[in-house]
């Protein structure tokens, strides 16, 4: 079995597990509320073709109705299964059924027009790196991650983001991977929109999972044609002012194209390091490396989960490292939760962002 066909069947029984899930809550209550099976088999027939589309997500090349309406269904049903315990304590607490349903459908309506229509929040946070040189002080990175260009995340919108993080004139700007959601319509689209992103020092980006369930070498030429460095398991030194700093990529690590010793192999001594890795279940490696700064995504920080509550994120089963700043020793790592989605076109508790990292001497 090839490595490919390994990860197709990954993802297909993935999809199915979590739309499964999803939409059990959802269904049985429906079935409750009309007495008759008929939810089950429409939500079967909403399902079925989308997920059978699946089966080669490399050669999609147009999202048809059928993912339309599965991501929206399963939106709905995450929605509804959020909500459904909040809705049931106000009816134990002597709130009329009507009056919890229809704040939960409010509150439904509010978080979808936010999911679809709001903007990815920007995070600053700064990083103290031991032995940084002077002219390095005060540097600036950007990050945008997992962008997911697709259906629910279209060229325009993909470059209004890109608008944000130029308008903030940064020293660096990079693209930590998932570019994409599947197929190959989206790929000249993305490149487009993030080939607009502008810093003093260039754009840099890594590959992630999602990009190889297309034509990854396609998207690394529309990307490389635009002006974006793909950094697939190696480096590049930047100069500021005669100070140094060696920006590194990491490839995929689903498809077992990752080789963190080859990317930091021309590093040279004593010059920091900003490590970009989709993964960051590759920061244990970056650290026994002495990688200063390690920039990764992935994870959406759950995408859905109990707002202030980090501990209860669905992130968890992906990494350790579920989303923001993390410090061990003298590596520092930070997960972007990412501006896209993917699956349910929604996020509860796990916001869209972007990022600036600030470099400052330790």
């Not at 997911?148 to 308008?167: D, F, I, Q, T």
């Amino acid at each position: 079995m090839s490595g490919r066909t390994r990860l197709r069947n990954r993802f297909q029984l993935l999809a199915a597990l979590l739309a499964t899930v999803v939409q059990l809550p959802t269904v049985l209550w429906l079935c409750w509320l009309t007495r008759t099976p008929l939810p089950a088999v429409a939500a079967l027939l909403i399902s079925r073709p989308y997920l059978r589309q699946l089966r080669s997500p490399w050669h999609t090349t147009a999202p048809a109705l059928s993912t339309y309406l599965a991501l929206g269904w399963w939106a709905a049903c995450l929605v509804f299964d959020v909500l459904m315990g909040p809705a049931a304590l106000a009816v134990h607490l002597g709130v009329s059924w009507g009056v919890a349903w229809g704040l939960a459908g409010a509150l439904s309506l509010a978080l979808g027009v936010d999911t679809v229509l709001g903007a990815p929040r920007l995070r600053k946070h700064v990083v103290r790196i031991e032995g940084l040189a002077p002219e390095l002080e005060g540097y600036r990175i950007g990050q945008i991650s997992d962008v997911h260009c697709g259906p629910h995340a279209p060229e325009a919108r993909v470059s209004s983001w890109v608008a944000r993080l130029n308008a903030l004139d940064l020293d660096l700007v990079t693209v930590t991977g998932d570019l994409i959601t599947q197929g190959a319509s989206h790929v000249e689209a993305v490149a487009r929109a993030l080939g607009g992103l502008r810093a003093k020092d260039g754009a840099f980006a890594c590959m992630g999972n999602h990009d190889y369930f297309t034509d990854g070498e396609h998207l690394v030429r529309e990307l490389e044609k635009r002006g974006v460095s793909v950094l697939r398991n190696r480096g590049v030194v930047v100069n500021r002012e005669g100070a140094r700093l060696y920006v590194a990529g990491v490839d995929d690590t689903w498809t077992s194209r990752d080789d963190v010793a080859r990317a930091l192999a021309n590093r040279p001594e004593g010059v920091p390091a900003v490590l970009l890795a989709h993964d960051p279940n590759l920061f244990p490696q970056a650290q026994a490396r002495a990688v200063e700064l390690t920039l990764s995504g992935h994870t959406h920080g759950g995408q859905l989960g109990v707002p202030g509550v980090r501990r209860l994120s669905l992130a968890r089963f992906v990494s350790r490292w579920t989303a923001g700043l993390y410090r061990q020793g003298r590596s520092w790592l930070y997960v972007n939760r990412g501006a896209g989605t993917t699956g349910p076109p929604a996020r509860l508790g796990a916001p869209a962002e972007l990022a600036v990292i600030t470099l400052r001497r330790a």
